[in-house]
């Protein structure tokens, strides 16, 4: 959370925010200030993943580099809904890079399935190993 200042009074904070929308109450006002925020938490996660720099010299190609992007935040978003829970499920680009998605593990066949092997020393094994099962438990799209 936000640090307190010394303008603080009492350890509250107060805020306020200045609009020229002549109708409506302060809830929705304040939902519509929120929603703008979680817009931009969405750009800041996409930004993140890869669009912050636009790697080729063609259009067209970054062009392709956007799509894949975007398609890379839908697929964390949806995950992060779908498998994770607790804290995880706000866990931004950096740190899912850092704790899921750069693991070593093997990926074993046999007896007709594939196998996750996962490290038991990873410190974030359970969870890992916990999200995937329940990837895995959602029935086949039709």
Same mark, same amino acid.
């Given at each position: 959370?936000?640090?307190?200042?010394?303008?603080?009074?009492?350890?509250?904070?107060?805020?306020?925010?200045?609009?020229?929308? &002549? *109708?409506?109450?302060?809830?929705? !006002?304040? +939902? %519509?200030?929120?929603?703008? #925020?979680?817009?931009?938490? =969405?750009?800041?996660?996409?930004?993140?993943?890869?669009?912050?720099?636009?790697?080729?010299?063609?259009?067209?190609?970054?062009?392709?580099?956007?799509?894949?992007?975007?398609?890379?935040?839908?697929?964390?978003?949806?995950?992060?809904?779908?498998?994770?829970?607790?804290?995880? &499920? *706000?866990?931004?680009?950096?740190? !899912?890079? +850092? %704790?899921?998605?750069?693991? #070593?593990?093997?990926?074993? =066949?046999?007896?007709?399935?594939?196998?996750?092997?996962?490290?038991?020393?990873?410190?974030?094994?359970?969870?890992?190993?916990?999200?995937?099962?329940?990837?895995?438990?959602?029935?086949?799209?039709?």
């Amino acid at each position: 959370g936000a640090q307190l200042r010394f303008t603080d009074i009492d350890g509250h904070r107060f805020t306020c925010f200045v609009t020229n929308t &002549r *109708r409506g109450q302060l809830a929705d !006002l304040e +939902l %519509r200030h929120r929603r703008r #925020a979680r817009c931009e938490d =969405r750009t800041r996660a996409a930004k993140d993943t890869g669009l912050r720099n636009l790697p080729l010299h063609d259009f067209a190609q970054n062009e392709i580099w956007c799509e894949v992007v975007a398609l890379a935040c839908e697929l964390i978003a949806w995950m992060q809904m779908l498998a994770l829970d607790g804290p995880a &499920r *706000r866990y931004e680009p950096k740190r !899912l890079r +850092l %704790r899921l998605f750069a693991v #070593a593990a093997r990926l074993v =066949r046999g007896g007709r399935r594939l196998r996750l092997r996962v490290a038991a020393s990873w410190p974030w094994a359970g969870q890992l190993v916990t999200a995937v099962t329940r990837l895995q438990a959602l029935p086949a799209p039709t």
